[in-house]
């Protein structure tokens, strides 16, 4: 035999094995409702964006699960209080974790400092209500019932007490997983993100404990549109992390209650994707759909390091509304994956005159005008965050040869009129930002004079600047002096 045929019909055989070895796992129940469960286990539930154990090769047992449900005030974004309901403490509830076969009993508790009585309806539940009417839980009680897993795949359960789309609203969602027979393949990190809209009486970023606006829920015009629960779960301190080299599973819901999630991360491709959180795989995707009351899972391997944003690509419930987190890859750079910035000319397809900026046409103030010190920092930081964030990013550190640092920037803290110079009409020319040379184009920005020091005043007093307040009339001060 050629050397050539031997490996040919020793990878037949292995093929061969390996397949009547799988046949004979899945003819052994042909019906998941007939798998057995051997001994009780207490289930390991863990909170956003950390997942318990994976299953591996357990058999399938007899899984108590005692969840719960805390009414409790949380922080929606910096100075914006808001009264979630919640199973297991957080927003998205606490993350069950379950294989095919298992008999789970389910413990309801509600706790005796609530005002109301909830209940949960698990989509991965086959029985009346997911669950709900069996689980119909007043404050100081707790409810048991039971149910078999009998479709592997990663599903949402939520509160159903009406009105239902309240509850879901105040934060009442979580997921469970159920892992197939031998569990996922394995993967080096695993997350758990769940999407939610948020529907305030105030508008976003309004101060103070907002109570829940049923008619804007109604009309599903979301304050907030967020991941895990409040704007910042995953960014900056919370941001999820992992190695180059390593493969990513990302356990993705969207709790509604009203909007569908375009989820996508920016610079990354999923190589693999669950669709709806069920069998069926999608391979090299950029976005993936998540309905209200679904699912997904996703898998990537990352091959380079760098900040990868998490969004809802609807792209102002990023930006604007909080649908943003990020996942920090370190390691070894690739060049050949990604080059980076080769160079950085500046383009100026119509000639040497640089499109709307060095100008000083009076731009109106629309905004209601900071009343207090407090007041510029909280008006500066949405500003920030709205217009230079993009460039400068969220702890203005910049990018190296791009974006010069606005932390703790020399440049900066020199001179005030010259910063206000630069927002007032843009930059372009070589400047040099704590040793470090920068020859680009900061393109003018369209703030009124308030706005300008508002966002000064905040950049001077975070990240280790000089502390400098910056005023309105310090800005029209240099607006008129051209
Ligand atoms: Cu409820």
Not at 101 to 115: A, R
């Amino acid at each position: 035999m050629r050397p050539s045929n031997l490996l040919l019909s020793l990878t037949f055989l292995s093929t061969l094995l390996l397949t009547s070895c799988f046949k004979s796992k899945e003819q052994e129940y042909e019906n998941t409702a007939d798998i057995p469960v051997s001994r009780e286990m207490i289930a390991e539930l863990t909170s956003p964006p950390n997942v318990p154990t994976p299953v591996g090769r357990r058999k399938a047992k007899k899984l108590i699960v005692k969840m719960e449900i805390l009414e409790k005030e949380g922080e929606m974004t910096d100075g914006v209080k808001y009264m979630y309901w919640t199973f297991g403490g957080t927003v998205p509830g606490s993350f069950i974790r379950t294989r095919v076969g298992d008999e789970v009993e389910f413990h309801l508790q509600n706790h005796p400092d609530n005002k109301l009585p909830h209940n949960i309806d698990m989509h991965a539940v086959t029985g009346p209500g997911g669950g709900a009417e069996s689980s119909f839980v007043a404050p100081g009680h707790e409810k048991t019932f039971s149910f078999k897993t009998l479709n592997p795949g990663l599903y949402v359960y939520h509160c159903a007490t009406a009105p239902v789309g309240m509850h879901i609203a105040n934060g009442m969602y979580g997921l469970i997983l159920v892992e197939p027979e031998g569990g996922l393949p394995p993967v080096d990190k695993e997350y758990y993100i769940m999407q939610g809209d948020f529907y305030t009486k105030g508008a976003n970023g309004e101060r103070g404990l907002q109570p829940f606006d049923m008619q804007k829920a109604v009309d599903e015009k979301a304050d907030y549109v967020v991941f895990n629960g409040k704007v910042g779960a995953l960014t900056g301190d919370n941001a999820l992390t992992a190695k180059v080299g390593e493969t990513v599973r990302l356990f993705v819901g969207n709790g509604g209650p009203g909007l569908v999630s375009s989820f996508h991360v920016i610079g990354e491709i999923f190589d693999r994707v669950h669709v709806e959180g069920g069998d069926l795989i999608n391979e090299n995707v950029q976005t993936t759909l998540i309905p209200a009351g679904g699912a997904a899972m996703m898998e990537f391997k990352v091959e380079v390091p760098g900040t990868f944003i998490l969004v809802d690509h609807s792209i102002f419930r990023a930006f604007n509304k909080g649908a943003l987190g990020m996942l920090k890859v370190e390691g070894e750079k690739n060049k050949t994956l990604y080059s980076g910035e080769i160079r950085d000319d500046i383009y100026l397809p119509e000639g040497p005159g640089i499109q709307n900026m060095p100008t000083t046409d009076e731009i109106v103030a629309s905004e209601i005008p900071a009343k207090s010190f407090e007041e510029q920092m909280e008006f500066g930081k949405q500003a920030y965050m709205q217009t230079c964030f993009a460039c400068h990013q969220g702890e203005g550190q910049g990018i190296p040869h791009a974006f010069p640092p606005l932390a703790k920037s020399d440049y900066l803290n020199a001179d005030v009129d010259r910063a206000i110079g630069i927002v007032l009409h843009g930059k372009t020319g070589e400047i040099t930002v704590n040793g470090e040379t920068y020859n680009s184009v900061m393109t003018r920005q369209m703030l009124s004079s308030d706005e300008i020091a508002n966002v000064l005043t905040y950049v001077y007093n975070s990240w280790g600047n000089s502390k400098k307040v910056v005023t309105k009339e310090m800005v029209d001060k240099v607006k008129n002096s051209k």
